[in-house]
Nanobody, 122 residues
Framework: QVQLAESGGGLVQAGGSLRLSCAAS????????MGWYRQAPGKQRELVAAISSGGTTNYADSAKGRFTISRDNAKNTVYLQIDSLKPEDTALYYCNIKYCSTSRCYVEYDRWGQGTQVTVSS
C-alpha cells in the first residue's frame, strides 16, 4: 500500500513563506505525476500545482509567481514552496500522486495524503 507523508504546514503571517513536503512510500513501480491541491472551507478542492516525472510543471493561475513545485525522484518526494503568502491561501493542502504498481501500467492509480493545514494571518 502506498502512503504519503505530508509536512510543512502551519501558521504564518501574510507575506511569509512555507515549504510543504510530501514523501511517498510503499509499493509502486513508478510515480508519474505529483501535485498539490488545496481546499478551503466552503470551497471545492482545486489544483495548485503539478509536476510530471520529467519535470514539466503546471500551475493554477492564482499560484503562478508565488508557488514553486519541485520533486526529488530519488527520494520520491514533492515540494511546494509558497512565497508571499496571502490570507486567501489559507486552506488544507493535499498531496496527490498518480502512479503505476507494475512496469506494465494497466491502470494509473491515484493516492491522496491526509492534508496539511496552511493558515495565513493578516
Amino acid at each position: 500500500q502506498v502512503q504519503l507523508a505530508e509536512s510543512g504546514g502551519g501558521l504564518v503571517q501574510a507575506g511569509g513563506s512555507l515549504r510543504l513536503s510530501c514523501a511517498a512510500s510503499g509499493t509502486f513501480f513508478s510515480i508519474n505525476t505529483m501535485g498539490w491541491y488545496r481546499q478551503a472551507p466552503g470551497k471545492q478542492r482545486e489544483l495548485v500545482a503539478a509536476i510530471s516525472s520529467g519535470g514539466t510543471t503546471n500551475y493554477a493561475d492564482s499560484a503562478k509567481g508565488r508557488f514553486t513545485i519541485s520533486r526529488d525522484n530519488a527520494k520520491n518526494t514533492v515540494y511546494l514552496q509558497i512565497d508571499s503568502l496571502k490570507p486567501e491561501d489559507t486552506a488544507l493542502y493535499y498531496c496527490n500522486i498518480k502512479y503505476c504498481s507494475t512496469s506494465r501500467c494497466y491502470v494509473e492509480y491515484d493516492r491522496w495524503g491526509q492534508g496539511t493545514q496552511v493558515t495565513v494571518s493578516s
